[in-house]
């Protein structure tokens, strides 16, 4: 499969324990944030969202944390699977002169191993 | 309901020809915007088209361009390539894009694969 990147810090984990991806984001006007999971060979995957009225968001699985304090993301993915090996993404969103504009950050690599 | 289409999924050129991506949208989505993808600069963003007109645009320079069809499926040129252009080259789609006053969840197409010699 293609390489998202070659020097992504990787999170390396047992199937069936709980995952933590923390990502720090830039800018303190941003209002809304999303989770991508990028399998190799693939484009990304939205896996969840949320807004900055929020401080937590559960999905399937996954729960996002948002502390606008220190401007830090984080993604927990329960029960760890094979399958949630990939790159995952955090970005954030803001209002930009009148646009939004999305920025990326550059990744972290989660490893299950089985 | 198809997913978003890029094509084609791998290309190479040499140093100073020229490139079109094309991506096909989801049915009804009317936003699609491009990113550029490397090991070293991570996912960055191109340009966002919405019903025809380039609502946004990131910083790249000018051999970078791109356009919208009336059907919203939409086409990336780049000219006079060079080495650093090897990329993967990322199209999503949209119902209201993240440009506008809405915050649409993007939708990627797998991508398409440049390799510049």
Not at chain 2, 35 to 62: A, W
Not at chain 2, 75 to 98: F, I, P, R, W
Request: aromatic letters at 10%; one cysteine or more.
């Amino acid at each position: 499969g293609e390489s998202v990147g070659l020097h992504l810090p990787t999170l390396s984990v047992q199937e069936g324990d709980n995952s933590i991806i923390n990502c720090a984001y830039s800018n303190s006007a941003s209002d809304y944030f999303i989770w991508y999971k990028q399998e190799s060979g693939k484009g990304p995957q939205f896996i969840i969202d949320i807004r900055s009225n929020m401080d937590k968001r559960q999905g399937q699985r996954v729960t996002v944390l948002l502390n606008k304090t220190v401007k830090h993301l984080s993604l927990q993915i329960a029960a760890t699977q094979p399958g949630d090996s990939a790159v995952y993404f955090c970005a954030e969103n803001w209002m930009d002169t009148g646009r939004r504009a999305l920025t990326f950050g550059s990744g972290t690599r989660l490893q299950v191993q089985p | 309901k198809a997913g978003v289409t890029q094509t084609p999924r791998y290309l190479i050129k040499t140093r100073g020809q020229q490139v079109t991506l094309s991506c096909s949208p989801i049915s009804g989505h009317r936003s699609v915007s491009w990113y550029q993808q490397t090991p070293g600069q991570g996912l960055q963003f191109l340009f966002e088209y919405f019903s025809e007109t380039q609502r946004n645009k990131g910083n790249f320079p000018g051999r970078f361009s791109g356009r919208q069809f009336s059907n919203s499926r939409s086409e990336m040129n780049v000219s006079t390539l060079e080495l650093g252009d090897s990329a993967l080259y990322l199209c999503a789609s949209s119902q209201t894009g993240t440009s506008g006053r809405g915050t649409g969840e993007l939708f990627f197409g797998e991508g398409s694969r440049l390799t510049v010699l």
